[in-house]
């Protein structure tokens, strides 16, 4: 079986424990997990660290075989020897930064509804009581130093969750040191800090506080909240940011372990260093000679020194993150207007589409409409030859009949004698079918019979008037005959009806 190969029944149940608490940090799989454990050993803090610097999962590629150096001579030797020295205690200095994750308690579970309701009175009494105890530590600044000697290293085990732990840290260290709030101090915990002095390449300063030291609160009063420092941190263009914890605490203890902080008061300025890899955090300078510590002006000197040291990469990284980001900006504009143009395009072809659609249904219907003229066009002229073959010939004595003189429209003027007993319809009939019969002979005058044509309403468009006096001869809504309607004789005259206009 390879390293690479996980067989989860083989682990034991510690190295099973590690691994889940590794894989709920970092969310690997079990085949990236395990490789990196074995080679920290199953220790979780240090495979957490060796993830987030950056290194891989799978085993780390053997060594070149060392190369074969012709002989050279002993003061070239001696200048290659002394060049390679600098060059590895200038890489030994950066040792990688850990991160530290502290470990989940019975605190971080979310409590159900009804533990939330039986816990809420005594969460009520406990912020009344820390109120009281804040209050009581400002008028009394020096019990808290006394409780502190006295506390024992079984009363360092945490009794509150993680953050809970920072929340309460962070109170107790203002009521004691700082009630002015001069020094702002990250309020998150080291893993969140850690990850924001990554992401936002800037420098952390992480100070980890031991209440059992006797000199904690002179280099807290006199180094830490020094107006030196004060003003440097609060200096935005310094990119500065401060981490202070109580060892007392679990995640400050272990990010003190973490770090080697053998001797306090202890500082260790952390930031990103691209000269070792693009992910990769390290402590570019370690705080905790007497000689560092004694005064805020060396204090503040030896951070500066260092932040003038690396200051050159980050700011490297900085300008080739703005030109990357400033990529990302004009690439997303580029699309965004590629978007547009794109929405453009297929507006107008909509709208193109949208009006040959318009444009077809005009010219269908237009057809149509076409179509139903002709078809009626065709009807009424099939109408006038049916209607025509019906026609009543004049009474054959020329004393019979009623004699009417029509003037058409054309201002021609037809005189023709009809059978007084027909209904006023005969004349109208005799108007509308006149272009059949006109020009015919008194033999030919019959035009051919011919079929009335189906599903054909006709309609007279012109109607019969007297002009003295005027009267209106409608067929709508009036009977009789022709005799009884005109008369003897009558002149008419044809105009069109209003409908047709």
Same mark, same amino acid.
């Given at each position: 079986m390879t390293e690479n190969d996980v067989d989860p029944g083989s682990l034991t149940e510690d190295q099973q424990q590690a691994l889940q608490q590794f894989t709920s940090v970092t969310d690997q799989d079990l085949a990236t997990a395990v490789p990196l454990l074995r080679r920290s050993e199953w220790n979780v803090q240090i495979a957490i660290a060796r993830f987030f610097d950056g290194e891989p999962a799978g085993s780390p590629s053997p060594p070149p075989p060392p190369e074969v150096v012709p002989p050279t001579s002993s003061r070239r030797q001696e200048v290659l020897l002394n060049g390679f020295s600098n060059g590895v205690s200038r890489r030994s200095r950066l040792e990688p930064a850990p991160r530290i994750v502290a470990a989940s308690s019975l605190f971080d579970r979310p409590a159900g509804i009804l533990?939330? $309701?039986? %816990? *809420? #009175?005594?969460? $009520? $009494?406990?912020?009344?009581i820390t109120r009281f105890a804040t209050l009581f530590r400002r008028l009394f600044p020096f019990l808290p130093r006394l409780l502190d000697r006295n506390r *024992?290293?079984?009363?360092?085990?945490? =009794?509150? +969750? #993680? =953050?809970?732990? @920072? *929340?309460?840290?962070?109170?107790?260290?203002r009521a004691q040191y700082d009630p002015d709030n001069r020094l702002p101090l990250t309020e998150t915990n080291y893993a969140r800090a850690f990850d924001t002095a990554k992401q936002d390449l800037h420098f952390l300063l992480v100070v980890p506080l031991s209440p &059992?030291?006797?000199? *904690?609160?002179?280099?807290? !009063?006199?180094?830490?909240l020094s107006p030196l420092l004060v003003n440097f941190v609060r200096d935005a263009s310094n990119n500065l940011k401060v981490w202070v914890g109580s060892v007392a605490d679990t995640e400050p203890y272990q990010v003190a372990n973490a770090l080697s902080a053998r001797s306090f008061p202890f500082a260790a300025l952390i930031a990103h260093t691209p000269s070792v890899s693009s992910t990769a955090m390290s402590v570019i300078a370690r705080l905790e000679q007497p000689s560092d510590v004694s005064s805020p002006e060396a204090f503040l000197a030896k951070?500066?020194?260092?932040?003038?040291?690396?200051?050159?990469? %980050?700011q490297s990284a900085r300008a080739q993150r703005t030109e990357q980001q400033a990529s990302r900006d004009l690439r997303d504009q580029q699309n965004s207007a590629y978007e547009r143009s794109l929405a453009t395009d297929r507006a107008r072809a909509q709208a193109k589409r949208d009006a040959e659609r318009v444009k077809k249904d005009a010219?269908?219907?237009?057809?149509?409409?076409? !179509? !139903? %003229?002709?078809?009626? +066009?065709?009807?009424?002229?099939? /109408?006038? @030859? /049916? !209607?025509?073959?019906? %026609?009543? +010939?004049? #009474?054959?004595?020329?004393? &019979?009949?009623?004699r009417v003189s029509i003037r058409l429209p054309d201002g021609t003027r037809v005189i023709r004698r009809f059978v007084e007993s027909l209904n006023l319809e005969e004349v109208y009939a005799f108007v509308e079918c006149y272009d059949e019969i006109i020009g015919k002979s008194s033999e030919q005058q019959r035009p051919v019979d011919s079929t009335k #044509?189906?599903?054909?309403?006709?309609?007279? @468009?012109f109607r019969l008037v007297s002009p003295m006096p005027r009267e209106v001869y409608d067929l709508e809504g009036q009977s009789g005959t022709i005799r009884e309607r005109i008369g003897r004789s009558g002149n008419l005259i044809v105009e069109k009806a209003d409908d047709y206009n």
């Open positions: 533990a939330s $309701i039986l %816990l *809420t #009175p005594l969460n $009520i $009494i406990y912020t009344i *024992t290293s079984s009363s360092s085990t945490p =009794q509150l +969750a #993680p =953050q809970a732990s @920072r *929340t309460r840290f962070l109170q107790d260290f &059992e030291h006797d000199d *904690t609160p002179s280099f807290v !009063r006199q180094s830490l951070i500066e020194a260092a932040m003038i040291q690396h200051g050159e990469g %980050l010219e269908k219907a237009e057809q149509d409409q076409s !179509r !139903r %003229l002709e078809d009626d +066009a065709r009807k009424r002229q099939q /109408w006038k @030859r /049916w !209607r025509a073959s019906r %026609l009543e +010939a004049e #009474p054959e004595n020329a004393k &019979e009949g009623v #044509p189906k599903d054909f309403d006709h309609a007279y @468009r």
